[in-house]
């Protein structure tokens, strides 16, 4: 099972970034597909899921309206848009698969990618 994140970057603030994460080695049907982040210092957070196969979203409350967690099962891939970036969005940016809850719980995932920086200047 691979989950392979990509899409990081260094942008201003106000700007906007794409995160994908392309799953592979299972089906996810079944599965919540979910985005944290975690900063120097701090504990991972959750910032996105969504489920693979209806399709409903979730997001913290620090990034509703700005982020939008969508998927492509034609292409296995989970994408994360990011618009109106702040600096205090720095960090990085992990996928993650789970089929436990509450999924908003990093230690309930099963599967996971390796990160992805996102870099967000002032």
Do not use: H
């Not at 891939?77 to 702040?86: A, E, F, G, I, R």
């Amino acid at each position: 099972v691979q989950l392979q994140a990509s899409g990081g970057g260094l942008v201003q603030a106000g700007g906007s970034l794409r995160l994908s994460c392309v799953a592979s080695g299972r089906t996810f049907s079944s599965y919540v597909m979910g985005w944290f982040r975690q900063a120097p210092g701090k504990e991972r957070e959750f910032v996105s899921a969504v489920s693979w196969r209806v399709g409903t979203t979730y997001y913290a409350d620090s990034v509703k309206g700005r982020f939008t967690i969508s998927r492509d099962n034609t292409k296995n891939t989970v994408y994360l848009q990011m618009n109106s970036l702040k600096p205090e969005d720095t960090a990085v940016y992990y996928c993650a698969a789970t089929r436990n809850f509450p999924f908003v719980v990093a230690d309930r995932y099963d599967y996971w990618g390796q990160g992805t920086q996102v870099t967000v200047s002032s």
